[in-house]
């Protein structure tokens, strides 16, 4: 699993996303990662399909995927 730990309580993990073309897309995916429970911040770039996020836990794989595919793109997995 590709999860860091930053700082106490805080985990950091990073997604590939595909579909995401510009900022408009990254938006879209942020803001659906950003409502689910425990996480802090989110980072979508559109150029690479990174989308790294940062929460107080490990985060359901498929929870984050169900907010990816509401926002319309697709999760391919950790990278």
Not at 12 to 35: D, L, N, R
Not at 65 to 74: I, L, P, T
């Amino acid at each position: 699993m590709s999860a860091q730990t930053d700082t106490p309580g805080s985990v950091t993990a990073v997604y590939q996303v595909s579909g995401m073309s510009c900022g408009h897309c990254e938006g879209s995916v942020s803001g659906e990662i950003s409502e689910l429970p425990g996480v802090s911040s989110v980072k979508a770039v559109a150029s690479t399909g990174e989308v790294t996020v940062v929460s107080a836990a490990p985060l359901d794989d498929e929870a984050v995927r169900a907010a990816v595919d509401e926002a319309g793109f697709e999760l391919t997995g950790r990278a």
